[in-house]
């Protein structure tokens, strides 16, 4: 359970922070995060970077930057296993009261988590950073974000909220939640959405990036929408038995049609053209509903392993 925590009370913040060659990005970074925190006293603050296998200059830039600031722990994975195992990584080894996962080109402004940290002292145990102008992104980011979450929440029970990202505030009792799960294929956004507790969202404008590109293209949005969907919902194989049924309904009901034509009319020859219409239709139905088998399938397998969310290289700073 959350403790209640008076408003003079000093807590620690953990900020956790995943990077893939984010080079330009780390220092500019560091730097709003001090203009926000070092007028701060009653927050200690513990700034977690997790280097998911960074083939630029990123952990070199990161040591520099630890040198000069106590604050700044890195945790370097042994390759890159992507932002959701590093995302995991960090909120299974920070130490704080509170965590904020955020990422590092300020897309998400760390001005904005005194507003949280003000939320959860009132009471909320999880405090969203909800996005209200997305002008940042392209249109077709914005469009296919938007029919992700509603076709996402029609098939599952845990609802995820239009407009969240990573970026929220989390107590302690969160983390602890989250790291009971086990699973090894992670969709973030689902697992926050799915364990609860008592929610809040704070509104904000997103900027555009402060250096560098994002790593996410098409391709990878793709597959993490199917990562999301299908971790949480077994709508897709329900849709293929409906689908069925109402194949076999209409066969039934031509096949019915056909014999009383043979009757009134005599032998009717069928054309050529209708009949690989139906075949390359319904055999390539087939094949969808196979891939969709596929794609639980070869979760289920996965998962069968139990092998490790990620693996550490090396952990700099005090984190144990």
Known sequence: MTQSTAPETTVKLSLVVPVFNESET???????????????????LEILFINDGSTDDTLLRLLELQNVDSRIHVVELSRNFGKEAALTAGLQMCSGDIVVPIDV??????????????????????????????????????????????????????????????????D?????????LPESRRFMKGLF???????????????????????????????????????????????????GLMFSAISFLLAIFIALKVIVHGIDVPGYASIMVAVTFLGGLQLIGIGILGEYLGRTYIESKRRPIYLVRQIYGSKS
């Open 26 to 44: 780390v220092a500019l970074f560091i730097d709003s995060v001090s203009n926000v925190f070092d007028s701060e006293p009653l927050i200690e």
């Open 105 to 170: 080109d300020l897309q998400d402004p760390p001005q904005l988590i005194p507003a949280m940290i003000g939320k959860w002292r009132e009471g909320y145990e999880v405090v969203l950073g909800r996005r209200i102008d997305r002008d940042s992104d392209s249109w077709a980011k914005r469009s296919s974000a938007n029919w992700f979450y509603r076709l996402h929440n029609k098939m599952t029970s845990s609802k995820i909220p239009e407009n969240v990202g990573d970026f929220r505030l989390m």
């Open 172 to 180: 302690r009792c969160v983390v602890e939640a989250l790291k009971e």
């Open 193 to 243: 959405a799915w364990v609860g507790f008592k929610t809040t969202h704070i509104d904000y404008a997103r900027p555009q990036r402060s250096a560098g590109t994002s790593k996410f293209n098409g391709w990878k949005l793709w597959n993490f929408a199917l990562e999301g969907i299908t971790s949480f919902s077994t709508d897709p194989l329900k849709i293929w038995t409906y689908l």
